[in-house]
Every structure is written in C-alpha cells, then in structure tokens.
C-alpha cells in the first residue's frame, strides 16, 4: 500500500487547512486509515482514525470540535478538515493505513508539515 499526502502550508492561528491522504496499491488489506502527527522534540502521536467500512471516526481529545475526519472510498482518499488551528497543532502529519487483520498502522505516507503561526 503506497500513501501520499497534500495539503501541509503555513497558516496564522484560527486558519483552517485540509490535508489529503492518497492510498493506492493493495488496500483492500486495510480496514481504516489514520492521521497522525510529530512535533519538533516530540514523538509521534494519534490524531484522529476512520474506518473504511461504516466510517466510525476517532479524535484525540485535543483536536476534537476543530478536526474532521472524512473519506471517499471511490478514490481510496482520505481527508483532515483542521479548523481553528493552534500554534500547538504546528507539525508534521502523517497517514497511514491500518491492516486488518492484525490492527496496526502498518503503511506510512511521507509527512507534510503544518506550521501555524501566532
């Protein structure tokens, strides 16, 4: 499963951003996709998840009310609506996919870089 995610800019703070995820190759082994993030000196940390099937969202506490998690199965995309952004939210994020079977993010895209400025 190959991923490739859009979207990363530079925005003030209460600006709103929209990342893309990509997934191609053999995603019919993924059950859902995730998005997460790494801040500088910090480690990596869960954003939000959706299942391709059914859809069920999941958020970390910090981003719920501001974060959408959507999907369009058609496409094998996934989207973050990120709304009223923080300095804090400053990052790269990261999609991955989740194998079905076993339950883990297993396939990684390459990061794009959310800065927000204050």
């Known amino acids: 499963v190959q991923l490739q995610a859009f979207g990363g800019g530079l925005v003030q703070a209460g600006g709103s951003l929209r990342l893309s995820c990509a997934a191609s190759g053999r995603t019919f082994s993924t059950d859902g996709m995730g998005w997460f993030r790494q801040a500088p000196g910090k480690e990596r940390e869960f954003v939000a998840s959706?299942?391709?099937?059914?859809?069920?969202?999941y958020y970390t506490n910090s981003v719920k009310g501001r974060f959408t998690i959507s999907k369009d199965n058609a496409k094998n995309t996934v989207y973050l609506q990120m709304n009223s952004l923080k300095p804090e939210d400053t990052a790269v994020y990261y999609c991955?996919?989740?194998?079905?079977?076993?339950?883990?993010?297993?396939?990684w895209g390459q990061g794009t870089q959310v800065t927000v400025s204050s």
């Open positions: 991955a996919a989740r194998i079905a079977a076993s339950k883990e993010y297993a396939y």
């Open positions: 959706i299942r391709w099937n059914g859809g069920s969202t």
